[in-house]
């Protein structure tokens, strides 16, 4: 599956929005998921093929050309116009899907494998906390739009600075929490764990949602978990990337370091 590049936005200097359209997205069918995303494939430069391309012929390639996946969440989808929006973290001419995205123009084409998900809002749970960074962001949003009127939902948001803010809409109760990377005092995984510590949550059970960074989010669900005995059960909880590894070097740990957060609460 393939689609056009419709539009391209620039949300914040670190995050950019890519619209995608035309008949290659005619057989995508959407998840009921908020977290729903797909496998974009990009082709490195210099390989022998461009999308869209037949994804078993560029699996034999030369391990250099063979295309780079990267899951991506779909921030949304557009049934009357069968056209979807994702959002990009930039930073500079760093990485495939980064780097793709900054110099996408309209026309360009994007293949993906998908889509797929896993998590949706619990419309009854009692209140909601959601806790990311910028390639959380697109779930947490999409997350907020379908909340009930009258909900109260919880945000920790992690971002380079106040340039990087987004407005947040919902029809709940959104109180939203950022936190800097670039703040003079710096910012540690027990830095986000202290800003959750601090809000003044109500009683009750939150559904959670916690995605972003390894190291910070471990120590969220240490402290979700074994402090306030959120259930496993009513949390999504998981590592998106990891500070100082590639995608490939965080792919090939991640398995082993998720089974050892697991074990610890």
């Given at each position: 599956?393939h689609g056009e590049?419709i539009e ?8 950019v ?5 035309g008949?290659g997205?005619?057989?995508c ?9 797909v496998?974009a ?5 210099g ?6 391309f037949d ?7 030369a ?20 056209t ?6 930039v930073?500079g001419?760093?990485?495939y899907?980064g780097?793709w995205?900054a ?8 293949q993906f494998?998908g889509?797929?998900?896993g ?25 907020l739009?379908?909340?009930p ?18 407005s ?5 109760d959104?109180r939203?929490?950022w936190l800097?990377?670039?703040a ?8 986000l764990?202290?800003a ?6 109500p009683d009750?059970q939150p559904d ?10 471990r120590a ?8 306030r ?5 009513q ?6 990337w ?6 490939e ?6 398995r ?10």
């Open positions: 599956m590049v391209v936005e620039r949300l914040t200097p670190s995050l929005r890519v619209v995608l359209g008949p997205l005619d057989g069918q959407p998840t009921p998921y908020t977290d729903q995303y496998n494939l990009f082709v490195p430069d390989a022998p093929y461009a999308a869209p994804l078993d012929a560029a699996r034999e390639v391990p250099e050309h063979r295309p780079k996946g990267r899951r991506y969440t779909i921030r949304w989808w557009a049934p009357a116009s069968r979807l929006a994702i959002d990009f973290v930073h001419d760093v990485g899907a780097r995205a110099n996408a123009r309209p026309g360009d084409l994007l494998v889509p797929s998900g998590y949706a809002p619990d419309p009854a749970a009692p209140w909601y906390l959601m806790v990311g960074d910028e390639s959380a962001l697109p779930a947490i949003a999409a997350s739009d379908v909340l009127a009258g909900a109260i939902a919880y945000v920790v948001a992690v971002v380079d600075d106040a340039r990087c803010e987004l947040l809409d919902s029809p709940a959104v939203v929490t800097h990377r670039h003079a005092s710096g910012l540690t995984p027990d830095t764990v202290a959750i510590r601090a809000l003044d949550l009750g959670v949602f916690v995605h972003g960074e390894a190291a910070e989010i969220v669900r240490t402290f979700l978990v074994a402090e005995g959120v259930p496993r059960e949390s999504s909880i998981s590592p998106y990891r500070r100082g590894d590639t995608d070097a965080w792919r090939a740990v991640k082993e370091w998720v089974t050892e957060m697991l074990a610890e609460a």
